[in-house]
């Protein structure tokens, strides 16, 4: 496999504080196909956040292997995309400057540099923002900030841990709508953390459910939706309630178990 | 940041209405009324001295405002102010430029690597708390009673500000914003350069703030031992002839001097760390 798949085989995590070891994720098998938008849904401390670190290379994994572009992860990959529901724009560099920060890494020079900023800028309507600083936005904004960021080096595989949650209601669904846009005309790998499972439905091909501590696989749900939905509408499609009913009944009893804990 | 700032940037724009020019000229009128009654501070602390001095206090404890001007005046016209405050000012800068750089450095280096911060922790902590003006009859066996023994002084307070700061600044750094940053594509020197030394930035510059002081009585203490120049060596030599204008001219040139320098890191601060916020 030489394109932007991800293939998990038999991955295990177990961390070890205060004098145990605790087993985080179970032997997770799963093969996600190249331009596949898959979301990890589960309860929390289920270690979906934990796999989507291991597939950034941001955690090691205790057993098992991660291939991503065919090549084992092992340390940092710099061929994905992150983005995580903390702000990691970089607050002393203008929205500008954060935005061509991944371009300088991968050695465009300064003026192509410049023009592909602005157009990005453009594309997550943030023109006219170039010279403010992180501080002077809104989440929302700084969410676009990036988005841009990401879109700008184009990697072909997106990791995104509930990049949205901190987003109220409404600008969460233009964001949704935002992604799902570019998706449609980039078709990167998306990996998508979330533990809203309208969300999970509204974007993906695919939701993983997770079960509660060690994270085991409980429910894998294809979404049987058209790929070019409209995320405020899509919602009141009878495959949409069926899909999410399905998912419900998988995910509930895991966040029953970890409330009765 | 607050809830009010977040809705303005949300809201952008906005209109300069006749309320916004009345909380302007609210805030001007304000700022000159601090500035009057800071000014009729002063002069009512001089007063106050001009009264007491050969009335409630003895002139040769407290000298007098005319005595310490006009002492001022003579040196600025013969030269003693100059020849000496350069002195002071050049073994000041000396320190501080040594003790930034070497202090920042090392605050760099054992800020990344814990293994190093481990070991050498107890030894940094002995010697923190030797208090440092302890080292400066040592620094003039050393060096001598010329600048030298002056800089070493001064760069040995500064070294540790700037030294702790920098370490707890690297320390500080948000684990998130540099993997974030090697995912992009940067390597070790570009997440050095983009993301820990501009997050250590304001520690480093709190330090700043704290140390620059310190250098001048660094250099001040260095001359009082044993020199023969400087501002220090003249208020310890005019100490030794019961000279009190010359002792508070002396003093009076420091502080000067300090304040100076403050406000100019603070201009640097504001420009440094802009990105804050107000």
């Known amino acids: 496999m030489d394109d932007a798949g991800i293939a998990i085989r038999g991955v295990s995590k177990t961390y070890v504080g205060r004098g145990r070891e605790v087993l985080a994720l179970d032997r997770i098998d799963l093969t996600i196909e190249p331009g596949e938008f898959v979301a990890f849904v589960g309860p929390s401390g289920c270690g979906k956040s934990t796999l989507m670190n291991m597939i950034a290379g941001i955690l090691p994994v205790s057993e098992g292997i991660i291939l991503h572009h065919g090549r084992a992860v092992n340390g940092i990959n710099r061929d994905v995309g992150y983005m995580t529901q903390r702000d990691a724009v970089l607050p002393w560099r203008t929205v500008e400057q954060n935005v061509a920060l991944p371009l300088r890494f991968h050695g465009m020079p300064a003026r192509q540099r410049r023009d592909h900023v602005a157009s990005m800028l453009e594309q997550v309507g943030l023109s006219g923002f170039g010279h403010a600083y992180p501080a002077e936005l809104s989440g929302g904004m700084r969410k676009r900030v990036a988005l841009a960021q990401l879109l700008a080096y184009g990697p072909d595989t997106l990791l995104m841990d509930e990049p949205f949650g901190a987003l109220d209601a409404q600008l969460k669904l233009l964001m949704q709508e935002r992604l799902l846009r570019i998706w449609l005309e980039r078709r990167q790998t998306v990996v998508f953390v979330t533990h809203d499972l309208a969300e999970a439905v509204t974007l993906a091909n695919r939701v993983v459910v997770f079960s509660g501590r060690p994270g085991r696989i409980k429910a894998i749900e294809p979404i049987d939706l058209p790929p070019g939905r409209d995320v405020f509408r899509v919602r009141f499609l009878p495959a949409f309630e069926a899909a999410y009913t399905r998912l419900w009944d998988a995910l509930a009893p895991e966040i029953r178990k970890g409330e009765a804990a | ?278």
């Not at chain 2, 009335?55 to 006009?70: F, K, Y």
């Not at chain 2, 508070?248 to 603070?266: H, K, Q, W």
């Open chain 2, 1 to 278: 940041m607050s809830g009010a700032a977040e809705e303005l940037a949300a809201l952008g724009g906005g209109v300069r209405t006749a309320s916004v020019r009345a909380v302007e000229a609210a805030e001007v009128r304000r700022r000159i009324l601090v500035l009057i009654l800071r000014i009729a501070v002063g002069i009512a602390f001089i007063w106050l001295w001009h009264h007491a001095s050969g009335r409630w206090i003895d002139t040769l404890l407290i000298s007098s405002p005319q005595a310490v001007g006009l002492r001022l005046w003579h040196w600025t016209l013969d030269g003693t102010l100059w020849t000496n405050l350069s002195i002071t000012l050049e073994a000041t800068a000396f320190g501080f430029i040594i003790g930034c750089g070497v202090g920042f450095s090392l605050g760099l280096l054992f800020g990344r690597f814990r293994l190093l911060a481990e070991v050498f922790d107890p030894y940094i902590t002995a010697i923190y708390s030797i208090p440092k003006i302890a080292l400066a009859p040592l620094f003039i066996i050393w060096f001598g009673i010329g600048i030298e023994s002056k800089v070493a002084v001064s760069a040995a307070i500064v070294f540790f500000v700037i030294f702790l700061n920098t370490f707890s600044g690297v320390r500080e750094v948000d684990p998130l914003y540099v993997n974030t940053t090697k995912i992009m594509g940067g390597g070790e020197l570009s997440v050095l350069r983009h993301v820990i030394i501009p997050s250590a930035a304001s520690w480093v510059i709190t330090g700043l703030k704290v140390s620059v002081p310190y250098a001048l009585v660094g250099t001040v203490i260095g001359e009082f031992m044993s020199s023969n120049s400087g501002i220090g060596y003249l208020i310890s030599q005019a100490t030794g002839l019961f000279n009190t204008a010359s002792v508070y001219a002396g003093i009076i040139v420091l502080a000067l001097v300090g304040a100076i320098i403050n406000a100019g890191l603070r201009q640097i601060e504001t420009r440094v760390l802009r990105w804050r916020g107000s």
